[in-house]
């Protein structure tokens, strides 16, 4: 997944992703405890793009998507957050759309 993927990026996460040959999206993470210390902000990391998530499921591509912290992310607020899995959702969206003939 790490080397075959495209990704998105900004100052709070990194998103990989790739096609899958399933007819849904599939979520996973890689938040590292060196840029995320405590492990109760990794885990409201991960409950914040769980919902995000949860939430743009249905309008996203067939993908399998992997989540990548950045140092910002864990002093980000959950509005400016949430803002940040918009944005590359709809970077998500975007490429399906130019990908299709």
């Not at 997944?1 to 709070?12: A, C, E, G, H, I």
């Not at 999206?25 to 405590?38: D, E, M, Q, T, Y």
């Not at 399998?64 to 140092?71: E, G, P």
Request: proline share 5%; net charge positive; hydrophobic share 35%.
């Amino acid at each position: 997944m790490f080397r075959q993927s495209q990704r998105s990026s900004d100052r709070f996460f990194t998103v990989l992703y790739r096609p899958n040959s399933l007819n849904m999206p599939r979520l996973g993470f890689a938040i590292s405890r060196k840029k995320v210390r405590h492990a109760t902000d990794r885990n409201r990391l991960k409950r914040i793009v769980r919902e995000s998530f949860r939430i743009r499921c249905a309008e996203l591509p067939s993908v399998d998507l992997v989540i990548l912290a950045r140092d910002a992310a864990k002093s980000g607020a959950n509005p400016e957050l949430f803002s940040s899995l918009t944005g590359h959702w709809s970077t998500l969206q975007n490429a399906r759309q130019s990908a299709q003939p």
